[in-house]
């Protein structure tokens, strides 16, 4: 049986090869610390649980509309307005099966073949994978970091052709946890709006930002870039309801109504307990929210100071997410290694340290860490990092 070139034409991800050996260290019963996690290491808030559960009880458990409960829809309406003065109809909002689900069924909703996307460098390791399933083709931008990873709006000009459709920006951002400030984000919108290009605002580490600094969505800058922009979010990330798979996307009405379209062909409808549980994230308490992210801000200052007392690491300290992304190239040089990937490869089997290699982002010269996981664990593998570093060096 021979595949659909779609999926012979996906990129393997070097999350998973590295996942994979790290779980059969752990299973021959060596002590791996892991530090690729993309999820909270928080428990889903109480009330949201039981809210959940009490739906089941109540009878629950069939299908909903596509593109997702009124109520729903109607509590990220509200969420929307008091924590960006933005205002939509129920009828600019799907509920998906998670942000990611919310992304792919935009894509697939919007592209043609050989539409172009342009995909900011550090990117999200679906991205590109999700334009080209939908027959469009990823045009990468470097963010330098220099500039903390973020693209400028002359960097913009310069990619764009006649068959740019849309613009992905990440803010915070997964990997390097940058966040654009309005300025910046206001330059980027008057080039979409002069090109007319879709700007698509993944701001699912929204609520995790450090420093007194405040999250701005490009579509709260002004009328025009409302229009101009579908907002993804959900609440994976800020309320650690990664496994629950509830996102949202809002935006022009007649994308909406196609995404749902297509989402009634393929999932049905989100996961009706999981929606339950959704309104009472968005309804009810966010003191656990701010509570996990002073916990993550706290962790991520420790883990920065000691990072980058690490011999060859330098590292942009971020804004949001729960990712560092630090620099590896003079730690990779005084070691003797060829690349970072063979240096990460390394590390874990020698020091059963996990990281997840910058390549797979498409900054080969990085590498990932999440420090959602305890501090002491995290402290531990930043010992076993400089001691990998130290032990190497002397031995080349």
Same mark, same amino acid.
């Given at each position: ?158 990619? &764009? ?5 849309? =613009?992905?920006?990440? /803010?915070? $951002? +997964? %990997? *390097? ?77 007649? &994308? ?5 379209? =297509?989402?009634?062909? /393929?999932? $049905? +409808? %989100? *996961? ?125």
């Amino acid at each position: 049986m021979k595949l659909a070139k779609r999926v012979e034409a996906l990129t393997p991800s070097t999350t998973l090869a590295i996942t994979a050996k790290a779980n059969q260290l752990k299973a021959e019963g060596h002590d791996v610390i892991a530090l690729g996690a993309g999820e909270p290491d928080f428990n889903t808030p109480i009330h949201i649980i039981e809210a959940a559960y009490e739906s089941m009880k109540e009878g629950h458990t069939k299908y909903t509309a596509s593109g997702g409960l009124l109520s729903l829809k109607t509590a990220i309406v509200n969420k929307l307005k008091q924590d960006q003065g933005l205002t939509y109809e129920t009828s600019e909002i799907i509920v998906s099966t998670g942000a990611k689900h919310s992304l792919y069924s935009l894509f697939q909703a919007i592209l043609d073949e050989g539409d172009e996307v342009i995909i900011p460098i550090p990117y999200w390791v679906s991205y590109p994978e999700q334009v080209k399933l939908a027959d469009g083709t990823p045009v990468y931008l470097e963010g330098k970091e220099e500039n903390q990873f973020k693209i400028t709006a002359e960097d913009l000009k310069k990619v &764009i052709t006649e068959r740019t459709k849309a =613009l992905v920006l990440n /803010s915070p $951002s +997964n %990997p *390097t946890g940058s966040l654009y400030s309005a300025e910046e984000l206001s330059a980027i919108g008057e080039v979409c709006l002069e090109n007319d290009i879709l700007i698509v605002s993944d701001e699912i580490y929204e609520k995790l930002v450090y420093g007194g600094v405040k999250h701005t969505s490009i579509a709260e800058l002004s009328p025009e870039l409302k229009k101009q922009t579908i907002i993804i979010n959900g609440l994976s990330k800020s309320h650690a309801m990664t496994g629950w798979r509830i996102g949202f996307a809002a935006g022009d009405a007649k &994308i909406i109504k196609a995404m749902t379209n =297509l989402d009634s062909h /393929s999932t $049905s +409808n %989100p *996961t009706t307990t999981s929606q339950h549980g959704a309104l009472a994230a968005y309804n009810g308490t966010q003191e656990p929210v701010e509570e996990m992210r002073q916990a993550f801000e706290e962790r991520m200052n420790k883990v920065y100071d000691r990072l980058v007392t690490i011999p060859g690491i330098t590292c942009v300290k971020p804004n949001g997410a729960f990712y560092l992304f630090p620099n590896a190239t003079e730690a990779v040089k005084m070691t003797g290694f060829s690349s970072v990937d063979e240096w990460v490869e390394a590390l874990l089997e020698e020091e059963k340290v996990a990281l997840v290699p910058g390549s797979g982002f498409g900054a080969p010269d990085n590498v990932r860490l999440s420090y959602a996981t305890s501090l002491d664990t995290i402290m531990e593998a930043l010992d076993r990092i400089e001691r990998f570093i130290n032990s190497s060096a002397s031995n080349d």
